[in-house]
């Protein structure tokens, strides 16, 4: 026989958890058991550190598809679980593949969104395809593979074999996402492979947000650089981006304000470079299944994290942060985060945790301090705003007014210095023309600019963003007013190609007592009318007001004894409103003289203009034949709006209507045409809504008119429904029914002259159908009297207004 030793064989056989507890009891104490055999209180064996044990021990597991954990206590908990089961890797050729079409898909991106700024080329151009690879794929995919490689040598840094991260890219630009980056999903799910500790589990979850921050913070700087500051030929509503703290840190000194205007248009480059640093930031969000969740595990501890209590406080501030994000932006990438978050951070049995495999010693407070730091910086200077991407809804609005003054100081004795800033309220160009005009006096005020005029318009070119311009105005009065100082409008009309607007300035004046309102406001525009403003008094100043015109009266008190704003309203008797037979240059009806008397004798008079007295233009059915008395001697142009106030055009580029035969032109929102000199043949215009219409010669206003749906008549001499100037020896004019109906005519006297007999008249019964009648009418009588004639169309009748009364003073025979 031989003389080696026997083998002893046990008469029994281990089961597994006795082989299990042998193995262990090699490198630990073990103590009490705490789980029903699988979990036991322990200590290292010869007081040697627990963790290094640890490792012995799951070298031994391991081929038996079993893993020990350690967690936190004292005496440490040692517990044994099965282990679980790894997932397959990719292989090299699946990924690549992947890697290869959402490149594609990428392509696509920059593709679309070098497009916005070439309306002419084409998606599959070289050029565009070339520069979209250059300037967006390679960033975007060059960044997301070093992501990746990080976060995987990370892992293997603590043995575990973790893969490549898989990019999700939408090859679809979109206004809310414009980036295409939808995310980078890893290989392995956190709970089916093995963390050895917190600080690994920190590391590795961190390694990816801060990469594509931190990279795409510096293509932002980059494609910032890259990006003009004029822009480019944009042909869509433009996407604009908000930049986030760090961003503005880093590049403030060196562009400045520059900044907010290349935001607006930005190269591929810093497009990619802030989807990159925005798939970042949210990677970092506290939300279950994102790396900032599995961040929290390992600053906090899963002990921590799973504790209900912990789990109900989480809750709360994630609905709090959901309801808080849901009033403050309907940014939708947002609104789904938050949504997310609140139901995962409900039910999070649908997020398992990461196995950590030795919780004994837990995160010493470097590290927590290193990741807490890391996280918190990221998430505050990270910060891409509640709106980080948007539509610039009025990227072609034409002028920016609103830094514009709407109120200065006006004065006799000094000219208004006045300076307009010309700055685009969108994104492109803006270039056009501005006119001027004076609202609210009779007298001679001067308008200088120091542009260039040309039919007295200031024109303008080339007006950006980062090019501003400005005008500077002078205004002052060319000679002494006949009346005292009383507000002026000063309106701005700004002729910007589909942008058409106007701007007004009151011009207001200092010290003295006077209306602050421009114009008499038309209250009631009835048979007996109501006009009110509103009169500033200075302190030391009183009096009382008067009229001298009989066809109005006051309401209210007169006496203005105090300081301060008074309002003063006036009724009409009939006629009121076509009592005089002035007007502005908007062709508003001057009202009355109004005149302050006041108590040391002095007086004061004010003479203003009744906003919404211009004339009426009636047309049937928006559709007017233009008659041919109504053709001038000089080329004229109509200008045609439907909102706004009458003005002419500032272009001189406007269609000419050929007028040797019968001509047609339709007027649609903004529109003007040219008219020549003597027209020939009949013509029609048709309108696309009430609104307005000026007649010009040029840029200087011969009339306007309100254009209103109603009865087509009209009176030659004269207009509908304003004062027709009666000499002594009388007058003819025309009453022209362009209808295809016969109409009444109608006359009404009004008055209270003390005789009757104060007209001689000549007035048909009616007016046939597209014809005309005369009328004829002579004042008669001895007495002063104020006389208006004014002829009125209803729906089915016209009516010719006689209104005599006797000035305020009395009737006199002369």
């Known amino acids: 026989m031989s003389n080696t030793d026997p083998l002893v064989l046990d008469h029994v056989a281990w089961d597994l958890s006795e082989l299990i507890e042998h193995i262990l009891t090699r490198h630990f104490n073990l103590g009490d058991e705490v789980i029903g055999g699988i979990a036991w209180q322990v200590r290292s064996r010869d007081g040697g550190d627990e963790s290094e044990s640890l490792l012995h021990v799951n070298r031994s597991l391991e081929s038996l598809g079993w893993v020990a954990m350690l967690d936190e206590g004292d005496p440490p908990i040692l517990s044994v679980a099965p282990r679980p089961i790894e997932q397959l890797l990719l292989p090299n050729w699946q990924l690549l593949s992947i890697w290869s079409m959402m490149s594609v898909f990428l392509t696509f991106v920059g593709s679309a969104w070098l497009l916005q700024f070439d309306a002419d080329a084409g998606a599959f151009e070289p050029e565009i395809l070339r520069q979209a690879v250059l300037y967006f794929t390679l960033p975007v995919v060059l960044t997301m593979a070093l992501a990746s490689e990080i976060r995987r040598r990370a892992a293997a840094r603590f043995g575990i074999n973790i893969g490549h991260l898989v990019p999700i890219v939408f090859p679809i630009l979109s206004p809310i996402w414009p980036f295409g980056i939808a995310g980078l999903l890893s290989q392995r799910r956190s709970d089916l492979f093995l963390v050895p500790n917190r600080r690994a589990l920190g590391i590795i979850e961190l390694a990816t947000p801060l990469t594509l921050f931190l990279s795409g913070t510096v293509l932002t700087v980059i494609g910032l650089a890259l990006t003009p500051n004029e822009p480019p030929e944009i042909s869509a509503l433009p996407i604009a981006f908000q930049n986030n703290p760090l961003l503005t840190i880093l590049v403030m000194d060196w562009l400045g304000a520059d900044l907010w205007i290349r935001l607006q248009w930005l190269h591929p480059t810093a497009l990619a470079g802030i989807g990159l640093s925005v798939v970042g930031w949210a990677s970092l969000l506290p939300i279950p299944g994102f790396p900032g969740d599995r961040m929290l595990h390992a600053i906090i501890g899963p002990a921590e994290m799973t504790d209900s209590k912990r789990q109900t406080s989480l809750f709360i501030l994630m609905l709090g942060v959901m309801v808080l994000v849901f009033v403050e932006t309907e940014y939708w990438p947002w609104l789904l985060i938050a949504?997310?978050?609140?139901?995962?951070?409900?039910?999070?049995?649908?997020?398992?945790?990461?196995?950590?495999?030795?919780?004994?010693?837990?995160?010493?407070?470097?590290?927590?301090?290193?990741?807490?730091?890391?996280?918190?910086?990221?998430?505050?200077?990270?910060?891409?705003?509640?709106?980080?991407?948007?539509?610039?809804?009025?990227?072609?609005?034409?002028?920016?007014?609103?830094?514009?003054?709407?109120?200065?100081?006006?004065?006799?004795?000094?000219?208004?210095?006045?300076?307009?800033?010309?700055?685009?309220?969108?994104v492109i160009p803006v270039s056009g023309w501005l006119q001027f005009r004076i609202e609210g006096s009779t007298d001679d005020w001067r308008i200088e600019s120091d542009c260039q005029l040309e039919r007295e318009v200031c024109r303008f070119d080339g007006v950006t963003q980062a090019s501003p311009s400005e005008v500077n105005l002078t205004i002052s009065q060319a000679t002494n007013g006949q009346y005292d100082l009383n507000p002026l409008r000063l309106t701005i009309f700004?002729?910007?190609?589909?942008?058409?607007?106007?701007?007004?300035?009151?011009?207001?004046?200092?010290?003295?007592?006077?209306?602050?309102?421009?114009?008499?406001?038309?209250?009631?525009?009835?048979?007996?009318?109501?006009?009110?403003?509103?009169?500033?008094?200075?302190?030391?100043?009183?009096?009382?007001?008067?009229?001298?015109?009989?066809?109005?009266?006051?309401?209210?008190?007169?006496?203005?004894?105090?300081?301060?704003?008074?309002?003063?309203?006036?009724?009409?008797?009939?006629?009121?409103?076509?009592?005089?037979?002035?007007?502005?240059?908007?062709?508003?009806?001057?009202?009355?003289?109004?005149?302050?008397?006041?108590?040391?004798?002095?007086?004061s008079?004010?003479?203003?203009?009744?906003?919404?007295?211009?004339?009426?233009?009636?047309?049937?059915?928006?559709?007017?034949?233009?008659?041919?008395?109504?053709?001038?001697?000089?080329?004229?142009?109509?200008?045609?709006?439907?909102?706004?106030?009458?003005?002419?055009?500032?272009?001189?580029?406007?269609?000419?209507?050929?007028?040797?035969?019968?001509?047609?032109?339709?007027?649609?929102?903004r529109s003007a045409i040219r008219i020549p000199a003597g027209v020939a043949a009949h013509g029609r215009l048709y309108f696309a809504a009430e609104g307005w219409l000026a007649i010009c010669l040029e840029t200087q206003m011969l009339g306007s008119y309100r254009v209103l749906e109603g009865v087509d008549v009209m009176t030659r001499p004269g207009r509908i429904g304003q004062a027709i100037t009666v000499p002594p020896f009388g007058i003819v004019f025309s009453i022209v029914n362009r209808e295809d109906r016969n109409l009444p005519i109608s006359v009404e006297w009004t008055g209270d002259s003390p005789e009757a007999d104060v007209w001689e008249v000549t007035i048909p019964d009616e007016v046939g159908a597209d014809s005309e009648v005369d009328v004829t009418i002579l004042a008669v009588g001895e007495l002063a009297l104020e006389r208006v004639v004014w002829v009125t169309v209803g729906e089915d009748i016209v009516t010719v207004h006689l209104a005599a009364r006797c000035p305020v003073d009395g009737c006199e025979a002369s």
Not at 608 to 634: C, K, Q, R
């Open 494 to 603: 700004i002729d910007v190609e589909g942008r058409e607007a106007e701007h007004a300035i009151i011009l207001m004046p200092i010290g003295i007592t006077a209306p602050i309102d421009p114009l008499w406001l038309l209250i009631e525009e009835t048979e007996t009318p109501r006009i009110c403003l509103s009169i500033d008094v200075v302190s030391s100043d009183s009096g009382v007001l008067a009229l001298s015109n009989p066809f109005w009266e006051f309401e209210g008190e007169t006496n203005l004894s105090s300081s301060g704003t008074h309002d003063v309203c006036l009724r009409g008797h009939e006629g009121a409103l076509r009592s005089s037979t002035f007007f502005d240059s908007f062709n508003r009806v001057m009202g009355p003289v109004l005149s302050f008397e006041r108590d040391n004798g002095s007086d």
């Open 339 to 426: 949504a997310i978050g609140t139901m995962r951070r409900f039910s999070t049995e649908n997020t398992p945790p990461p196995i950590i495999v030795d919780e004994s010693k837990g995160l010493s407070d470097v590290s927590r301090k290193q990741l807490v730091a890391a996280m918190l910086i990221v998430l505050i200077a990270g910060f891409p705003g509640m709106y980080p991407t948007y539509q610039i809804a009025d990227w072609d609005a034409g002028l920016d007014t609103s830094n514009w003054a709407t109120e200065l100081q006006l004065t006799t004795d000094e000219p208004i210095e006045l300076t307009l800033d010309l700055t685009p309220a969108g």
């Open 605 to 669: 008079n004010w003479w203003m203009a009744v906003n919404g007295s211009e004339a009426i233009l009636t047309i049937s059915d928006l559709d007017w034949e233009y008659p041919l008395w109504f053709a001038a001697t000089e080329t004229v142009t109509f200008a045609y709006a439907d909102d706004g106030t009458a003005s002419c055009p500032s272009t001189d580029v406007i269609v000419e209507m050929n007028t040797s035969g019968e001509w047609v032109w339709t007027f649609a929102e």
